[in-house]
């Protein structure tokens, strides 16, 4: 931004970005609800099948809560609300993420096995 410029407010950003995870985070609600049936129908290993369910399903939660939180975002007046709430959505969604990925993980190297 040039010296002297006018400063524009970031409130459409920031609940765009509130938009995208609360989408993002539904979606990812139903992959996990998927990906759990699907790993019940094909695994051969309990022991492995019995892990993957549960990280899974407790990834299902954590996306719920990421996606409950971005809709709070987006319903608050506040804005110095909406940005705390904001990042704690943020900061549940790559949780999501990444117990996704050990799960993933899990999954790959138990049909390996």
């Known amino acids: 931004m040039r010296p002297g410029s006018p400063i524009k407010s970031d409130a459409p950003l920031e609940r765009d970005i509130a938009i995208h995870i609360f989408s993002a985070s539904a979606a990812m609600i ?28 407790v990834n299902a939660l954590v996306f719920l809560c990421a996606c409950l939180l971005s809709y709070w975002a987006l319903r608050t007046r506040s804005t110095r609300r909406m940005h705390r709430v904001e990042s704690a959505a943020d900061i549940v969604f790559l949780f999501g993420l990444t117990g996704t990925v050990c799960a993933c993980g899990m999954i790959v190297w138990a049909a390996t096995v």
Request: with cysteine; proline share 0%.
């Open 30 to 57: 139903g992959v996990c609800l998927t990906v759990i049936s699907i790993v019940q129908t094909f695994t051969r290993s309990k022991e492995v099948q019995t892990l993957v369910d549960d990280v899974l399903a």
